[in-house]
C-alpha cells in the first residue's frame, strides 16, 4: 500500500513568511508524528497526535509552531513568521494504533532565506 | 534528556563487526532503532520491550538493558548497504509511545 506522503518535497521561503506542511499518514494509521532534523543532527521531536486525543505538543519550540490533524488523517505543520533557524527538514511519521514501530514520510526540506 | 549514542562514527570495512550503545538517564518502556541513509527518511530496523531481550534479524541484533537503562546494536559481518547513520529511540516508563531520538551514530562501510 501507499507510504507517509508529504508535501511539498522542497520549500524556500523568505524570513518572517508563514510556511505550511503537510502529512498524509498511512491509512488506518491512528498516531502521527511530526520531528525536525537540522543538517547532520538527529531527530527533534516536536508533536504527537494520536486518534482524537488531544495531541503531546511538547516538543513544539516556541508559539510560531502549531499543528492540526483532521480525525485520524491528514496533518499540517504551521510555522509563521519564519527565521533562518527553522531552516531544516521536517519528517512525518504514521504507526497504527498500540503499534510502536513508525513509518516515516520522505519530509520537507524547507529553507528560509 | 535526549539518549546519547557511540561512538559518535565508525569506519568498517566489509565483513567487520560493530556494536553501537544508546545510553539514556531516565527509566525506559522500550527502545528502537532506526537507520537512515543520506538524503532518506529513517527505517524501522527492530524495537525491544523487555528488560533484557535481546532481538535480531539476519546479521543485526540488539539488547535491551531496563537496569542499566542502555541498549546496543550489533551489527555482524557487516555489508555496503548497512551504511548509514543509525538512531535509538526511547521511550519513558508511561509507555505513552512518545519516543526521543538519540544523537546519532554514522556508519560507513568501505569495499
Known amino acids: 500500500g501507499a507510504g507517509v506522503s508529504q508535501s511539498p518535497s522542497n520549500k524556500v521561503t523568505e524570513k518572517g513568511k508563514d510556511v505550511e506542511l503537510r502529512c498524509d499518514p498511512i491509512?488506518?494509521?491512528?498516531?502521527l508524528y511530526w520531528y525536525r532534523q537540522r543538517l547532520g543532527q538527529g531527530l527533534e521531536f516536536l508533536i504527537y497526535?494520536?486518534?482524537?486525543?488531544?495531541?503531546?505538543k511538547s516538543g513544539l519550540p516556541s508559539d510560531r509552531f502549531s499543528a492540526e490533524r483532521t480525525g485520524e488523517s491528514v496533518s499540517t505543520l504551521t510555522i509563521q513568521r519564519t527565521q533562518q533557524e527553522d531552516s531544516a527538514v521536517y519528517l512525518c511519521?504514521?504507526?497504527?494504533?498500540?503499534?510502536?514501530?513508525?513509518?516515516f514520510g520522505p519530509g520537507t526540506r524547507l529553507t528560509v532565506t | 534528556q535526549q539518549p546519547v549514542q557511540s561512538p559518535q562514527a565508525v569506519i568498517l570495512r566489509e565483513g567487520e563487526d560493530a556494536v553501537i550503545n544508546c545510553s539514556s538517564s531516565?527509566?525506559?518502556?522500550?527502545v528502537h532503532w532506526y537507520r537512515q541513509k543520506h538524503g532518506e527518511a529513517p527505517v524501522f530496523l527492530m524495537i525491544?520491550?523487555?528488560?533484557?531481550e535481546q532481538k535480531g534479524h539476519d546479521k543485526i541484533s540488539a539488547s535491551f538493558n531496563e537496569k542499566k537503562q542502555q541498549s546496543s546494536l550489533y551489527l555482524t559481518a557487516s555489508q555496503l548497504s548497512y551504511s548509514g547513520t543509525y538512531f535509538c529511540?526511547?521511550?519513558?516508563?508511561?509507555?505513552?509511545?512518545?519516543?526521543?531520538f538519540g544523537t546519532g551514530t554514522r556508519l560507513k562501510v568501505l569495499a
Open positions: 511519521a504514521s504507526a497504527r494504533t498500540g503499534g510502536r514501530e513508525q513509518y
Open positions: 491509512s488506518g494509521h491512528t498516531a
Open positions: 497526535f494520536q486518534g482524537n486525543s488531544a495531541p503531546d
Open positions: 531516565k527509566a525506559l518502556y522500550s
Open positions: 525491544l520491550l523487555k528488560g533484557g
Open positions: 529511540g526511547t521511550e519513558t516508563p508511561k509507555g505513552d509511545y512518545k519516543y526521543i
